[in-house]
């Protein structure tokens, strides 16, 4: 009788257990669209340049791909130009990613932003002044519930040679990343250790 009852107790406890762990598996749409980000490198890549709308080159580097589809998502070492096809600056990009939520459930939504040193130019190709981007954990408001954390280049110090030149209110912009669809840019903005969202339609 007490080995039945024993019997009994191991198959109620282990049978509750795989019943648990089936229930708190969940399907996440696109989790590995980029294969295994290590360091923040893609596992398939192309090099691009980008152009404006009057096809003046606006930067130079490398995009993850996935399923033969090119992203907009930059890693590593980026030359970015101004409206007049002049260089005004370049650095290096990780990607990451967060958990989102939509209507066929969660998702896993990517994007990059800056790190390490990045250089600025002057219209004359001298250099203007150099930043440090150090990565930070950031919480972010998602459709889950709870929401997620993200990680985010962000400045901590100004090198005293550029206190001239660097304010508070261009630290603000630098951090700042966009980009764009068909219909509209969206701007990851850093503050106090949260990312905030402004979007424009852009036709």
């Known amino acids: 009788m007490n080995k039945t009852i024993i019997l009994i107790l191991i198959i109620l406890t282990f049978g509750c257990r795989t019943k648990n762990l089936n229930q708190t598996r969940i399907f996440i749409?696109?989790?590995q669209?980029?294969?295994?980000?290590?360091?923040?490198i893609p596992e398939k890549d192309t090099s691009v340049e980008l152009k404006n709308k009057m096809g003046i080159v606006t930067g130079i580097g490398k995009?993850?791909?996935a399923d033969n589809d090119v992203s907009d998502l930059k890693f590593n070492l980026?030359?970015?130009?101004?409206?007049?096809?002049?260089?005004?600056?370049?650095?290096?990009?990780?990607i990451s990613s967060f958990m989102d939520c939509g209507m066929g459930g969660a998702f896993r939504a990517f994007y990059y932003y800056r790190i390490g040193k990045w250089k600025y130019f002057k219209k004359n190709g001298e250099l203007d002044f150099a930043l440090?981007?150090?990565?930070?954990?950031?919480?972010v408001d998602t459709r889950c519930q709870g929401g997620d954390?993200?990680?985010?280049?962000?400045?901590?110090?100004?090198?005293?040679?550029?206190?001239d030149r660097v304010t508070a209110n261009k630290i603000y912009e630098l951090q700042k990343i966009s980009f764009s669809d068909s219909y509209s840019i969206t701007t990851m903005i850093p503050l106090?250790?949260?990312?905030?969202?402004e979007t424009e339609i852009d036709f």
């Open 29 to 31: 749409e696109h989790d």
């Open 33 to 40: 669209l980029y294969g295994e980000l290590k360091e923040g």
């Open 63 to 65: 995009v993850a791909v």
């Open 78 to 94: 980026w030359k970015e130009y101004d409206s007049d096809g002049i260089l005004s600056s370049e650095g290096n990009y990780k």
């Open 132 to 139: 440090d981007f150090v990565p930070k954990e950031h919480s």
């Open 149 to 163: 954390k993200m990680v985010f280049g962000i400045v901590e110090t100004i090198p005293l040679e550029y206190w």
């Open 192 to 197: 106090n250790g949260k990312i905030y969202y």
